[in-house]
């Protein structure tokens, strides 16, 4: 069993930064992806970014593509995603997500093909 714990959300202004973690813990494996994504009150849930955990691809959601950056640190056991120049419209609870075994983008595009969540953080940006 994976456990994920996310952290690094807040309040900010437009044109602010935020880097979120994602601290993951339990069996992993190097060809797993780990995905962000994220949901709005009201809206389905969001693909964001997703990275494989051997670091051989990333992806984005065309919203935050050019601002928003994933990374992984293996050794901690922690996925970042960078977001800069962060706007109104990016304001929701981000979840990231595991998904067991490689997998293609579209794949990793498709929040139903994940198995694990973390609980989620919440990101405000006012105007």
């Known amino acids: 069993q994976v456990q994920l714990v996310e952290s690094g959300g807040g309040l900010v202004q437009a044109g602010d930064s935020l880097r979120l973690s994602c601290v993951y813990s339990g069996g992993t494996h190097r060809d797993d992806g780990m995905g962000w994504f994220r949901q709005a009150p009201g809206m389905e849930r969001e693909f964001v970014a997703a990275i494989r955990l051997s670091g051989a691809g990333a992806w984005y959601g065309d919203s935050v593509n050019g601002r928003f950056a994933i990374s992984r640190d293996n050794a901690k056991n922690t996925v970042f995603l960078q977001m800069n120049s962060l706007k109104p419209e990016d304001t929701a609870v981000y979840y990231c997500?595991?998904?067991?075994?490689?997998?293609?983008?579209?794949?990793?595009?498709?929040?139903?093909?994940?198995?694990?969540w973390g609980q989620g953080t919440q990101v405000t940006v006012s105007s």
């Open positions: 997500g595991l998904r067991r075994g490689r997998a293609i983008s579209a794949i990793l595009r498709d929040y139903h093909q994940y198995t694990d």
